[in-house]
């Protein structure tokens, strides 16, 4: 514990990349009086105040909504996607979990199709590419359908919901060694593939957002398992597998 209050002191390494610039390096920071309760990201907005203060460029560090919905905080911290801890987000991770006095690593996530933008902050709208191939249902506007008109089973419903859950923050392509997009492709695929909303374009989803993930670059999955582990949300590795066969029954129904 640092002297005063009872608060901590880190040494942060902290990839730095210019705006467009190719390559980037590792800077080592000193952050002191860090309150063990403040979130990771609190810690970070220190970091750029002491930063700012002393008339250096603030770290670029991408968050949204701060509690674990959004997807777009996503950070390796020593070497893992979204630090320590299973299932929890960047910006809901406590500074609690690092001994004081300890040397945090914090990097980009690391992928071919998910270039840096600047410092910790990525492009991810490879992922907003895939989705557009199908990851929605089309309605056509009308009067509202009666509520109980379409009933769905419940462990069909609750299957959706587990899939629907992913934030897309791109920790599992993060964690892939080959940079696989199949856990978030095959979760987007899976949920509307459970509801009787999204029968009517099944085909044309599943080859589309397949073909997507393929020409945006990311690797194929070699069953490693690493993204189901990085996952913040739990999403199961068993959705890669409900993809690929969606994807044979959708080619040859395409013939
Ligand atoms: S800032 Fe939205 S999930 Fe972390």
């Known amino acids: 514990m640092s002297a005063e209050n009872g608060t901590r002191s ?18 080592v920071y000193q952050v002191n009086g860090i309150d063990q309760n403040m979130s990771f990201l609190e810690m970070f907005d220190q970091l750029n105040e002491d930063l700012l203060r002393r008339g250096e460029d603030p770290v670029a560090i991408d968050s949204d909504c701060r509690e674990g919905i959004c997807g777009t905080c996503g950070v390796c911290i020593d070497g893992r996607p979204h630090g320590p801890l299973p ?26 199709a998910f270039p840096v933008v600047k410092d910790l902050v990525i492009d991810r709208s490879a992922f907003d590419r895939v989705v557009t191939k199908g990851g929605f249902i089309s309605v056509n506007a009308g009067q509202a359908p009666e509520a109980n008109g379409l009933p769905v089973p419940k462990d069909a419903a609750e299957a959706a919901m587990d899939s629907a859950a992913c934030i897309g923050c791109g920790a599992c392509v993060a964690a892939c060694p ?60 068993e959705n890669i597998a409900k993809m690929r066969r969606e994807y044979l029954r959708a080619s040859l129904r395409a013939g």
Request: proline share 5%.
């Open 10 to 27: 880190y040494k942060l390494e902290v990839w730095r990349q210019a705006r467009g610039a190719s390559s980037g390096r590792m800077v």
């Open 87 to 112: 299932n929890v987000t960047t910006c809901s991770l406590r500074m609690r979990e690092f001994p004081d006095g300890s040397t945090i690593v914090v990097e980009p996530f690391r992928a071919d």
């Open 178 to 237: 080959n940079a696989s997009a199949a856990l978030f492709t095959s979760a987007r695929i899976r949920y509307l593939s459970l509801l009787p909303q999204g029968q009517p374009e099944r085909t044309s989803r599943v080859l589309g957002m397949v073909d997507q993930m393929d020409a945006e670059g990311f690797g194929d999955c070699s069953n490693h398992g690493e993204c189901e582990a990085a996952c913040p949300k739990g999403i199961s590795i």
